[in-house]
């Protein structure tokens, strides 16, 4: 172990938090050592803010120190939260009790210093209390295994690696890098999310490792997807360096073991395409994420839609056919619904969208559209999709043209008022339509709201008057029929029965 002089500044909160464990530990028989552990350590060593805290014991269970602690707490009038209660290992484990809780703000997690044993599963087959080097070797960085002594206030280095690498800045396992990744290969993408969001160079070990066919096998098949999907929505967060994730995601040819289109019966080992338009398209947003005003709508969705682009323009079958885009969402990764449809819809927004119409109705309508809301993100990733089908590589005269013209297009968006225009309810709604028209409610009437919605575009300063005026001439007009023909066959046919009968029946009383 090496014991650091590196100082760790506390803030007043947790210099309190601090005291108030120290304290408590101490009268404990025996006394309890705690250490704070892992990321936050980590986070206050490069001055950045933390607020999670994971407090190591050398005793088994976190939950049943952190109860005892929080009732001392309460006794001297200090707020925290419930206990909650989460065992390491349901069946072999239920001894390693984990304490979470919420105390001075802070959330914090109580659990016993851990040796792991692993078998054929990412999940330890035997967790047992363990020593600090012993918990220290089994973290997936080394920069994330040093230890905050609450009792010496000094930072402990049991790998004798750790300050080191993040002084030098480089992603090393304590263990080897094969054994780290063999006993959870999910280590491989936090890796990888690590390097991203600190500037780390992985060492060249670890690298080799990464790229093993055997480790990116067992990514594939020992490691949930839910938890793949995880880790890829924290690597994508636009804050964390994304660029940098994706290019090491390439560099270790780990995309197809992330990125994978479910098996199906028809298709039970599914040939993922080439990963180099994943890493292109990445490239590009990053350089059209440089230009206003492009620059204030990045965000997930948009790196998450380029790291799936080498599957845009397939499909998938399976309970029903859907984007293949769809189907890594929603069936592999399993992230959410709101997800989904965020990187759908960039999907299907791409054929509607011009950056080159010009009417105010032309354009409005097509902001207006499910798969091109936000239009800011559709813009954003329109220009990326155009600019990839001529990328070299390089930034180049004809990417800055192409950058120009959507954010003119932008412009003209915004000197027509659009961004509030498509926004505003329609001066006549459909019940509205029908009283005016003698309609009953039916298809014609999302037909002539279609209709209603483009003049308001074209004219933002008409009244509910003007507009039911000039309703009721088109339709007395050449509207009618116009509207009519715009319905599907069907409907028109029921249309022209209900009309042919409504005639007969006026014949007839004629007579």
């Given at each position: 172990?090496?014991?650091?002089?590196?100082?760790?500044?506390?803030?007043?909160?947790?210099?309190?938090?601090?005291?108030?464990?120290?304290?408590?530990?101490?009268?404990?028989?025996?006394?309890?050592?705690c250490?704070?552990?892992?990321?936050?350590?980590?986070?206050?060593?490069?001055?950045?803010?933390?607020?999670?805290?994971?407090?190591?014991?050398?005793?088994?269970s976190g939950?049943?120190?952190?109860?005892?602690f929080?009732d001392?707490?309460?006794?001297?009038?200090?707020?925290?939260?419930?206990v909650?209660?989460?065992?390491?290992?349901?069946?072999?484990?239920?001894?390693?009790?984990?304490?979470t809780?919420?105390?001075?703000?802070?959330?914090?997690?109580?659990?016993?210093?851990?040796?792991?044993?692993?078998?054929?599963?990412?999940?330890?087959?035997?967790?047992?209390?363990?020593?600090?080097?012993?918990?220290?070797?089994?973290r997936d960085?080394?920069?994330?295994?040093?230890?905050?002594?609450?009792?010496?206030?000094?930072?402990?280095d049991?790998?004798?690696?750790?300050?080191?690498?993040?002084?030098?800045?480089?992603?090393?396992?304590?263990?080897?890098?094969?054994?780290?990744?063999?006993?959870?290969?999910?280590?491989?993408?936090?890796?990888?999310?690590?390097?991203?969001?600190?500037?780390?160079?992985?060492?060249?070990?670890?690298?080799?490792?990464?790229?093993?066919?055997?480790?990116?096998?067992?990514?594939?098949?020992?490691?949930?997807?839910e938890?793949?999907?995880?880790?890829?929505?924290?690597?994508?967060?636009?804050?964390?360096?994304?660029l940098?994730?994706?290019?090491?995601?390439?560099?270790?040819?780990?995309h197809?073991?992330?990125?994978t289109?479910?098996?199906?019966?028809?298709?039970?080992?599914?040939v993922?395409?080439?990963?180099?338009?994943?890493?292109?398209?990445?490239?590009?947003?990053?350089?059209?994420?440089?230009?206003?005003?492009?620059?204030?709508?990045?965000?997930?969705?948009?790196?998450?839609?380029a790291?799936?682009?080498?599957?845009?323009?397939?499909?998938?079958?399976?309970?029903?056919?859907?984007?293949?885009?769809?189907?890594?969402?929603?069936?592999d990764?399993?992230?959410?619904?709101?997800v989904?449809d965020?990187?759908?819809?960039?999907?299907?927004?791409?054929?509607?969208?011009?950056?080159?119409?010009?009417?105010r109705?032309?354009?409005?309508?097509?902001?207006?559209?499910?798969?091109?809301?936000?239009w800011?993100?559709?813009?954003?990733?329109?220009?990326?999709?155009?600019?990839l089908?001529?990328?070299?590589?390089?930034?180049?005269?004809?990417?800055?043209?192409?950058?120009?013209?959507?954010?003119?297009?932008?412009?003209?968006?915004?000197?027509?008022?659009?961004?509030?225009?498509?926004?505003?309810?329609?001066?006549?709604?459909?019940?509205?339509?029908?009283?005016?028209?003698?309609?009953?409610?039916?298809?014609?009437v999302?037909?002539?709201r279609a209709?209603?919605?483009?003049?308001?575009?074209?004219?933002?300063?008409?009244?509910?008057?003007?507009?039911?005026?000039?309703?009721?001439?088109?339709?007395?007009?050449e509207g009618?029929?116009?509207?009519?023909?715009?319905?599907?066959?069907?409907?028109?046919?029921?249309?022209?029965?209900?009309?042919?009968?409504?005639?007969?029946?006026?014949?007839?009383?004629?007579?």
């Amino acid at each position: 172990m090496i014991l650091s002089e590196h100082s760790i500044k506390l803030n007043p909160t947790e210099a309190q938090f601090v005291a108030l464990l120290d304290d408590f530990a101490g009268r404990q028989d025996p006394p309890v050592e705690c250490r704070i552990a892992g990321g936050w350590v980590r986070d206050k060593l490069l001055d950045l803010p933390s607020s999670d805290l994971d407090v190591a014991l050398n005793i088994p269970s976190g939950w049943a120190f952190a109860t005892e602690f929080v009732d001392y707490l309460h006794a001297k009038g200090v707020h925290t939260g419930s206990v909650g209660r989460v065992a390491a290992n349901p069946e072999q484990s239920k001894h390693l009790e984990t304490g979470t809780t919420t105390i001075l703000g802070l959330d914090c997690d109580f659990v016993g210093l851990r040796s792991e044993s692993y078998a054929d599963s990412r999940i330890p087959h035997l967790v047992e209390l363990g020593t600090p080097l012993d918990d220290a070797l089994r973290r997936d960085l080394t920069i994330n295994s040093l230890f905050y002594n609450v009792h010496t206030h000094l930072v402990e280095d049991h790998t004798r690696l750790g300050l080191e690498d993040l002084s030098a800045r480089i992603a090393r396992t304590p263990l080897p890098p094969r054994q780290t990744f063999f006993d959870d290969p999910l280590r491989v993408l936090r890796c990888v999310r690590f390097a991203a969001r600190f500037g780390l160079e992985i060492e060249e070990g670890v690298a080799e490792a990464a790229r093993d066919p055997e480790i990116q096998a067992a990514v594939k098949t020992k490691v949930s997807r839910e938890r793949i999907g995880i880790e890829i929505s924290k690597m994508l967060s636009p804050s964390k360096d994304p660029l940098r994730a994706l290019t090491l995601i390439d560099q270790l040819h780990l995309h197809s073991s992330i990125f994978t289109i479910p098996p199906t019966p028809a298709c039970p080992v599914p040939v993922s395409p080439p990963r180099e338009d994943s890493l292109r398209s990445a490239q590009i947003l990053s350089h059209v994420s440089q230009h206003k005003p492009f620059s204030e709508w990045i965000d997930s969705h948009l790196w998450l839609a380029a790291a799936l682009e080498p599957f845009r323009g397939s499909t998938w079958k399976g309970k029903r056919e859907m984007h293949a885009v769809s189907a890594v969402i929603s069936e592999d990764l399993k992230l959410s619904n709101e997800v989904n449809d965020a990187v759908t819809h960039l999907v299907d927004m791409l054929p509607i969208l011009n950056p080159l119409a010009t009417g105010r109705s032309e354009i409005g309508v097509v902001l207006q559209h499910p798969s091109v809301r936000p239009w800011q993100r559709s813009v954003v990733w329109g220009a990326v999709t155009e600019i990839l089908g001529q990328w070299n590589g390089e930034w180049n005269d004809e990417a800055d043209k192409i950058v120009t013209k959507w954010a003119e297009f932008v412009t003209r968006i915004e000197q027509l008022g659009l961004p509030d225009a498509i926004n505003r309810p329609l001066l006549l709604d459909g019940k509205e339509i029908g009283s005016l028209l003698e309609l009953r409610p039916g298809p014609i009437v999302g037909v002539i709201r279609a209709a209603v919605n483009a003049w308001q575009l074209d004219h933002p300063d008409a009244t509910v008057d003007q507009c039911a005026a000039w309703l009721k001439g088109r339709w007395e007009g050449e509207g009618r029929a116009e509207w009519e023909a715009a319905l599907p066959p069907v409907q028109m046919k029921g249309k022209q029965s209900k009309a042919k009968q409504k005639d007969a029946k006026a014949e007839k009383r004629k007579r």
